[in-house]
């Protein structure tokens, strides 16, 4: 092929892909002129000439920004402004509750320790060593650094808290009955505390400090009608709840003045603030403790110690022994009672004591919180800046508090499963019972 032949071609070639491209725009230009007059015309003929399927599908509506819902908002604001006050207060409170519980539920909390690393902080737990409280209270201070003092009465006692194998939760050996055996025995605890310590070998002295005293009376008492409970019960629970905690912490008052030492005090508090019937014995020993913590406080206040007061309600002590209810977890045998009086009181203190138990308040199987709470809340209370003056802890100790100080005593009683009981049915045909238990008694004897 020749070079002309060649030149032909190529002029050939570039009009070939002229034609192409301009006949392709021709043919582009020619169908997007037939699409919109189709479109045109489909919009254009009357409804129902042609069918849905053959309209073109109308616009998606234009979702206008919310603009409407924030006018309608700000309107409703304006128009309402204390509930909106009242609803951001509530929420803003309850957030930083909230925030403030999960800090202090994380946050690790540690007794203050000399210079040269050993222990430092002191603190007495009065109460018996078979406690589960005082169990759990004294095996976690120590576990928290301080060094823990159970008052013990007896060689027994100091045996059972030397079985627990802590070198750091001691006895503390206190007879309040002995007088002279009490005051010999502080004068060595405040020497102790006073006189330099030396941790281990090498280690530079430092001196203990008195961190506090907890009291945790028994939390264990009688229930059931006054008539049945004999002078004798009222005379034990007032001598070793009230008289001995009284006398321990008057023998403590010297050594807690000179170290500007905290006192605890420990008290059920769900039977007191309800005060229901069949349980005068709590009662009468949680009030008689409360106003001799408040008549403390007074005092302790004007040399700037600090006394609180722990209402306790119920705890999950499986981990330390059985499950034990703080409050009253049996009562006496109505069986053994008089025939008159259990004629007037059985039927009720049996109601109230299945109404009690099937709401958690006097049953060994109820599940309370954990005692971590309690761990917690003592800790603060040792520790803190400013510590409050009343802590409730404990599953229904704040409820129930609040139902015994604001709902009549009445609608209580009812709650509790209380009915009145008519005289004329009871009295009928009990002289009988009586005589003859009488007899039998008399029998019995000689």
């Known amino acids: 092929m020749t070079a002309d032949d060649q030149h032909f071609l ?27 007059v189709a479109g045109y015309i489909k919009r254009s003929v009357p409804e129902g000439w042609l069918p849905e399927y053959a309209r073109p599908a109308p616009p998606p509506p234009q979702r206008e920004v919310s603009g409407a819902y924030i006018d309608r ?3 409703w604001v304006s128009r309402n402004r204390a509930l909106t006050a009242a609803v951001v207060a509530f929420l803003a409170t309850g957030g930083v509750l909230l925030w403030r519980e999960r800090n202090k539920s994380r946050r690790k909390r540690r007794a203050r320790r000399a210079s040269n690393g050993a222990r430092k902080e002191v603190v007495v737990l009065a109460g018996p060593p ?48 002995d007088v002279l055996g009490t005051r010999d025995a502080m004068e060595r605890f405040t020497n102790m505390l006073l006189k330099p310590h030396v941790a281990f070998a090498g280690a530079s002295p430092h001196n203990l400090h008195f961190r506090g005293l907890v009291l945790v009376p028994d939390l264990i008492y009688p229930s059931g ?38 006192v605890l005090m420990c008290t059920p508090s769900i039977v007191a603030s309800l005060q229901p019937p069949f349980h005068s014995v709590e009662t009468a020993v949680v009030s008689a403790l409360q106003g ?5 406080r007074g005092e302790l206040g004007t040399l700037g110690i600090d006394v609180c007061q722990f209402k306790l309600g119920t705890f999950d002590c499986s981990h330390v022994g059985s499950k034990q209810h703080l409050q009253t977890t049996a009562g006496p045998n109505t069986v053994a009672w008089p025939a008159t009086t259990r004629k007037l009181y059985a039927s009720n203190f049996v109601n109230h004591s299945r109404v009690a138990q099937t ?25 803190q800046r400013r510590p409050r003056r009343v802590w409730r802890v404990g599953r229904g100790s704040a409820t129930y508090d609040f139902v015994g100080n604001w709902v009549p005593g009445g609608l209580v009683g009812w709650m509790m499963g209380v009915k009145r009981v008519s005289l004329d049915e009871a009295k009928t045909e009990p002289q009988l019972e009586d005589a003859a238990q009488s007899w039998e008694k008399v029998g019995m004897a000689v």
């Open 130 to 177: 078979t406690s589960p409280l005082i169990k759990s209270l004294s095996l976690d201070l120590e576990r928290r650094g301080f060094i823990v003092y159970i008052v013990c009465a007896d060689m027994e006692e100091e045996q059972l808290v030397h079985g627990e194998s802590r070198a750091d939760v001691r006895p503390l050996h206190l007879d309040v009955a």
């Open 359 to 383: 709401r958690g308040l006097l049953t060994a199987n109820s599940t309370g919180s954990p005692l971590r709470e309690l761990h917690n809340a003592v800790f603060d209370a040792l520790t």
């Open 292 to 296: 001799f913590t408040a008549s403390l």
């Open 73 to 75: 908002l700000q309107e």
């Open 225 to 262: 009608p006054i008539e049945t409970i004999g002078p004798e019960l009222y005379s034990d629970a007032l001598n070793a709840k009230v008289l001995n905690t009284i006398a321990v912490t008057q023998a403590f008052l010297p050594t807690v003045s000179e170290f500007k030492a905290r």
């Open 10 to 36: 190529d002029v050939l070639a570039e009009y070939s892909q002229d034609i192409r491209k301009f006949t392709g725009n021709i043919f582009d230009a020619s169908d997007r002129h037939f699409q919109s």
